[in-house]
């Protein structure tokens, strides 16, 4: 199914470029001696190193993940999702590619990206989605990866250096999606830091930004199929769990209640957020007993 | 050598992958008989068809395989959520981006009697097992869950990882199946390293001949400066 964009959106047979006129500057085309003008360009943006406050991540602004997770699952479409994403982190660009599986894994695809408008045309006219190895790796591998990663046939080299002419940042990090349907989605991340400060920040976000992925990826199914995706049933023990943690019991208590490990409990509560959409458990507990889940 | 192979990668290394269908079969409709999807030699099911990760022990060439099990992340299709859910629905249907799956864990004792003859076999598991902690510490993933007969527990325990029995089933093979859960971070790391003797990382991710690496000074770079990266 191909999604008809919104005059501002940008939505592109399998594309790393986006609409965001003005946001980045945009070098002169560089057709011929693009290697003389690629200059890379100076990022606005600062990463935004986190710390432990209190048993909570926070970023330089006070800013906690249960924010950032809230704040992006209320957004209505995947292009606000996608821009708050950005500039909570402060990174050069984000793009969510959903491949549409049905005829082919490339076949009209979802795309929403941050990346300039000149960057998106360029891309589209040069039929750059033949070589990009994000798009070509990244649709069928599993497991998050660093750009670096990537295969790079000699033919796919200008692509890489003609989009750090269009102001592209030089590090990027893909997470694929894969939902109990089987549907597949890449949510990738593009940044002007390299080296040790690029991986830091992988490492240090790694685990957030995957569930931040499937939350994205949650909202495209929305705004694609116009439902309110179901929630995965939860299973009894995931119940009890939650049940004793609307009773005020931590998680230590609770395997003490059900004789399971402390890392069991853990992992039934990790799986019960997910499921409900919820960034703590308060969240979960209260949405469940609102659904009628669990009676505490 | 420990690394993950990954989809885009499966054309490369076909040698490694028709070996890794074969110790499958051998290993679990054969050898512990569980009632498994047998296409000629391979032992090969629909989970496969998915295109999942696997992480395979195999020398430096990968051309001989040691041992290979399946990766795949809980969010999606998972066998043990859709075969044991019916049998123990209380336990087997974890979901989350941090937790996945590792199915089919197996490794070649004939292989390694030859090119590794001083590894005992409960050793070269916990191996496999390290290694799988190293990837799956290496991209985020919290928890890991597996099946496995009752008495690898004791194979487990000797490479100093602790596992959680969710729950067992009957019917799958001549022994039940048991569904465990396991927790990955830095301690269990430490632990399983210090149990099996081992100080180096054993795993590595599978990197290409010719990467894409940051193109930071963009202006120098050129097509041949870019290859010699790699």
Known sequence: MLVFPAPRRVNASAMRGGAQPGALKIPPSCDRNFLHACQAPVSEFKVNFTQFIGGFVVDERGHTFADIHERISLLPTVEDAIDAFRSH?????????????????????????????????????????????????????????DWSELELKPEAVPLFLDARCH???????????????????????????TGESWRLLIRSHAVDWAELAYVIHKIAMRELYGLEPDHLPL????????????????????????GLSNHTVLGYLKSTRFKLDCVNLSQATSKAIILRLIAP | MFTTIEAHHLTRVPDLLDQMFRLRKKVFADQLGWDVDVRGDHERDAYDDFR????????????KLYGALRLMPTT????????????????????????????????????????????????????????????????????????????????????????????????YGRYPVC???????????????????????????????????????????????VAVYA
Request: net charge neutral; proline share 6%.
């Open chain 2, 76 to 171: 999606g299709p998972t066998l043990l959520y859709d075969r044991f859910r019916s049998t123990f629905p209380g336990s087997v249907n974890l979901v989350s981006p941090a937790i996945w799956e590792g199915t089919r864990m197996c490794v070649d004792t004939d292989a390694l009697a030859i090119d590794h003859p001083e590894l005992e076999p409960s050793r070269a598991f916990g191996m496999l097992l390290l290694a799988l902690c190293e990837c799956a510490l290496e991209h985020g993933i919290g928890t890991m869950i597996s099946n496995y007969e009752p008495q690898m527990k004791r194979v487990y325990r000797r490479a100093g990882l602790q596992v959680d029995e969710l729950g067992r089933a009957d019917g």
């Open chain 1, 89 to 145: 982190y402060g990174v050069a660009h984000t793009t969510y590619h959903l491949a549409q599986t049905v005829m082919d894994r490339l076949d009209s695809p979802f795309v929403r990206t941050t990346y300039p408008s000149a960057w998106v045309s360029r891309y589209l006219q040069r039929n750059y989605v033949k070589l990009d190895p994000v798009i070509l790796e990244g649709t069928i591998r599993s497991l998050p990866f």
């Open chain 2, 52 to 63: 999942p990760t696997y992480l395979v022990w195999c020398d430096p060439s990968l051309r």
């Open chain 1, 235 to 258: 299973s009894p023990r995931e119940l009890e769990c939650l049940t004793w943690t609307a009773r005020g019991k931590d998680h230590k208590e609770i395997a003490i209640i059900l």
């Open chain 1, 167 to 193: 102001g592209l940042g030089a590090s990027g990090y893909s997470i694929p999606v894969v939902d109990k349907r089987n549907r597949r989605a890449l949510f990738s991340i593009n940044s002007d830091l």
């Open chain 2, 179 to 225: 569904c465990g859960a396991f927790e990955v971070n830095h301690s269990v790391h430490a632990a399983m390293q210090e149990s099996l003797s081992v100080d180096l990382p054993v795993y590595r991710k599978m990197m290409p001949n010719q990467t894409y690496m940051p193109l930071v000074e963009g202006a120098r770079a050129t097509t041949r400066e």
